[in-house]
């Protein structure tokens, strides 16, 4: 059966730059994502507005939200690892697409070349270019995340919000308004995401159709490859300096609070007395109402007035109205408590190597 030949040493060189750049990446994300638990650290108790599709949702620390992305790119950095351990395997000795006939010591060669092990068929070695859309698929999933990220804080850098501003070396000015600063940089990150997508996604169209071994097809694996990986690390080198230079302003973000944040907290009132959620939600979806067709806040209620609602409401409902204790009692693995922020610090840090200590938790 003949097959076409592979280019001589082209894999072997593909596959040694391609090492060589994931290991780059690693370097870059593993220093993007140690910013976050220290940043965390210092992001003091003030809560921000969370946000779903531009609502008001509940209060949390600023350094839940920090954190919340930390943990999106730990999971990066994880895949990443894990990609590099699949991925690190050596064609060399498989010759054109038949094997070696001279009895060469592949697992030697591997060894001395830094692989982790051999590619076992020498028809699927001169074939595979698997492992270079393996790292264009995790760098996507990645791209994807920094997107989201640059989203949310050019919505909370926007003058709706007013919750961060940009360094100046990281936005720019309009040619026509004098008064306004563009996110820039948050914006070309989010834009570079969609280049990323499109050349992952533009490398398994060249090769769904290929047959087996080697064709000229292939050689559409290296400019995407290349490109990508450069893409990658200019967008984690970006993201870890605006991240880095980040002003906040917490009165801002308290003032962005509203009771009506507090309306799952009134539930969890009456669940604490007994009652079930599913009743507890109506109870206070009910508060809510009333607030609005007093077209006051809901801690201006009146005790009479929540009363009237439900009598099961004692004196200390008030008592709810209290974006400290919110928080503080989102207190399980995961939550937005100083503990559980704390805890969620601690493991992430375990995840990505130990960053910078920083003192003072709030």
């Not at 870059?28 to 220290?38: I, Q, R, V």
């Not at 590099?84 to 009895?103: D, E, Q, S, Y």
């Not at 995401?193 to 559409?220: C, H, V, W």
């Not at 008592?319 to 995961?334: H, I, P, Q, W």
Request: aromatic residues 6%; proline residues 4%.
């Amino acid at each position: 059966m003949a097959a076409r030949r592979a280019p001589r040493n082209r894999t072997i060189s593909y596959r040694l730059t391609q090492s060589r750049r994931r290991a780059s990446a690693e370097r870059y994300l593993a220093s993007h994502a140690k910013l976050h638990p220290p940043t965390a650290r210092t992001g003091k108790s003030h809560n921000p507005d969370p946000n779903t599709d531009t609502k008001p949702l509940q209060p949390i620390r600023w350094s839940h939200w920090l954190l919340s992305y930390g943990a999106f790119f730990a999971d990066d950095l994880l895949r990443l690892r894990e990609v590099i351990k699949r991925v690190n395997r050596c064609p060399l000795g498989c010759g054109a697409v038949a094997g070696n006939a001279f009895h060469i010591d592949r697992h030697a060669m591997a060894q001395e070349l830094g692989f982790d092990g051999l590619l076992p068929n020498s028809m699927a070695a001169v074939a595979d270019r698997v492992f270079i859309l393996e790292t264009m698929q995790w760098g996507s999933t990645l791209m994807m995340n920094i997107s989201r990220w640059s989203e949310d804080l050019i919505i909370y850098s926007s003058s709706e919000f007013g919750f961060v501003r940009l360094a100046d070396a990281y936005t720019t000015g309009s040619s026509l308004m004098p008064q306004k600063k563009n996110s820039d940089s948050l914006e070309l990150l989010r834009g570079k995401a969609g280049r990323a997508f499109g050349q992952m996604a533009g490398l398994m169209m060249s090769i769904k159709g290929i047959p087996s071994t080697y064709n000229k097809d292939l050689q559409e694996s290296v400019e995407p490859m290349l490109a990508h990986v450069k893409t990658l690390k200019d967008s984690l080198l970006i993201a870890a300096r605006v991240l880095a230079t980040l002003t906040t302003f917490p009165q801002k973000m308290a003032a962005a609070l509203t009771p009506d944040m507090l309306a799952t907290d009134l539930a969890e009132y009456l669940v604490r007395k007994g009652l079930p959620f599913r009743e507890t939600h109506h109870i206070s979806g009910r508060v809510v109402a009333l607030a609005e067709k007093e077209d006051v806040p809901m801690d201006q209620l009146s005790l009479a007035q929540l009363q009237g609602v439900d009598g099961r409401f004692g004196a200390d409902v008030l008592g709810v109205f209290d974006y400290e204790r919110s928080v503080e009692m989102k207190d399980a693995a995961g939550g937005t408590s100083k503990r559980a922020v704390e805890e969620q610090i601690q493991n992430l840090q375990r995840m990505i190597g130990k960053g910078a200590e920083v003192q003072n938790v709030a």
